[in-house]
């Protein structure tokens, strides 16, 4: 890495396509300079505060500014502690792949975005790179959005152009959960495996054999143990707004009632005589 530019910051409100990424814009000088240098692509470079010892990465988008001037994005000359005119270093680097990263918003103002993972992904198009602990900002339906980078890897300053990048989300700063939200985080984490009770259910009516004869103990009816939310036990998965009237479920006292008069003594089927299709020759 050479040191090959040290520039005054300038901030260039009118240009809506600097102040919306994480890029600047250099003199034509510098392109000359890396030109005759050996650099990897895509240009990435490592911007150094002397004076307050901070630092960030960016990349380039235009060669266009004035010799001896150099035009940043107004988030990144606070995460700088720079004001315009201010000297700035400037370093040529080779970054490794965005794998991860993580963010926080600064407001809770993120959560109204339906999909807020579509936007920063949206946003970090005109991004060429992230450093930990830099405080970036996105915009999206007319407002800014400030982001703290939590976390990136596998380093503390990664490229993020053309990467398969997973991002997670912190919870925004100054956000509390309300006594809604804890009761709803209480009952999805309560185990689901309510206090059920066994049925047994059989078949109604009775089964004959065709040829007449009895049935053997292993052909009878087996019973049908069915689960059942035992009474008593509230609905853990109710929600709100429906009702539900559950007619099949009964008192174990009445089941019980119930299958002791339905006792019915089994009668003898085919009872009557039976004939030969084929005559008897005389």
Same mark, same amino acid.
């Given at each position: 890495?050479?040191?090959?530019?040290?520039?005054?910051?300038?901030?260039?409100?009118?240009?809506?396509?600097?102040?919306?990424?994480?890029?600047?814009?250099?003199?034509?000088?510098?392109?000359? &300079?890396?030109?005759?240098?050996?650099?990897?692509?895509?240009?990435?470079?490592?911007?150094?505060?002397?004076?307050?010892?901070?630092?960030?990465?960016?990349?380039?988008?235009?060669?266009?500014?004035?010799?001896?001037?150099?035009?940043?994005?107004?988030?990144?000359?606070?995460?700088?502690?720079?004001?315009?005119?201010?000297?700035?270093?400037?370093?040529?680097?080779?970054?490794?792949?965005?794998?991860?990263?993580?963010?926080?918003?600064?407001?809770?103002?993120?959560?109204?975005?339906?999909?807020?993972?579509?936007?920063?992904?949206?946003?970090?198009?005109?991004?060429?790179?992230?450093?930990?602990?830099?405080?970036?900002?996105?915009?999206?339906?007319?407002?800014?959005?400030?982001?703290?980078?939590?976390? &990136?890897?596998?380093?503390?300053?990664?490229?993020?152009?053309?990467?398969?990048?997973?991002?997670?989300?912190?919870?925004?700063?100054?956000?509390?959960?309300?006594?809604?939200?804890?009761?709803?985080?209480?009952?999805?984490?309560?185990?689901?495996?309510?206090?059920?009770?066994?049925?047994?259910?059989?078949?109604?009516?009775?089964?004959?054999?065709?040829?007449?004869?009895?049935?053997?103990?292993?052909?009878?009816?087996?019973?049908?143990?069915?689960?059942?939310?035992?009474?008593?036990?509230?609905?853990?998965?109710?929600?709100?707004?429906?009702?539900?009237?559950?007619?099949?479920?009964?008192?174990?006292?009445?089941?019980?009632?119930?299958?002791?008069?339905?006792?019915?003594?089994?009668?003898?089927?085919?009872?009557?005589?039976?004939?030969?299709?084929?005559?008897?020759?005389?």
């Amino acid at each position: 890495m050479k040191d090959f530019s040290s520039a005054a910051v300038m901030h260039r409100n009118e240009r809506e396509d600097v102040e919306n990424g994480g890029k600047i814009i250099m003199p034509p000088s510098a392109l000359d &300079t890396l030109t005759r240098l050996n650099v990897e692509y895509p240009m990435l470079f490592k911007l150094i505060n002397n004076k307050k010892g901070r630092h960030s990465h960016a990349g380039v988008l235009e060669f266009v500014a004035d010799e001896g001037k150099c035009y940043l994005p107004y988030w990144m000359m606070d995460n700088l502690l720079l004001e315009e005119g201010d000297i700035l270093t400037i370093e040529s680097v080779s970054l490794p792949v965005a794998k991860f990263s993580k963010f926080q918003p600064h407001s809770t103002d993120f959560l109204d975005i339906t999909n807020p993972k579509a936007v920063l992904e949206n946003a970090l198009r005109n991004f060429a790179c992230l450093t930990t602990g830099d405080v970036i900002a996105i915009k999206y339906n007319k407002k800014v959005y400030e982001l703290c980078v939590l976390e &990136t890897k596998p380093g503390n300053a990664v490229s993020i152009i053309e990467c398969d990048m997973n991002v997670e989300f912190e919870a925004p700063v100054g956000y509390k959960e309300t006594s809604e939200q804890v009761k709803e985080n209480i009952r999805d984490e309560a185990p689901q495996d309510h206090v059920m009770e066994e049925v047994v259910e059989t078949f109604k009516g009775s089964g004959v054999r065709l040829d007449g004869k009895k049935k053997k103990e292993n052909q009878l009816d087996a019973p049908v143990v069915k689960k059942v939310l035992a009474r008593g036990v509230p609905d853990y998965d109710y929600k709100f707004g429906l009702l539900r009237f559950d007619h099949s479920i009964k008192a174990i006292s009445d089941r019980v009632a119930e299958n002791d008069t339905n006792i019915i003594e089994t009668e003898e089927s085919f009872q009557g005589q039976g004939f030969s299709m084929k005559k008897s020759r005389k």
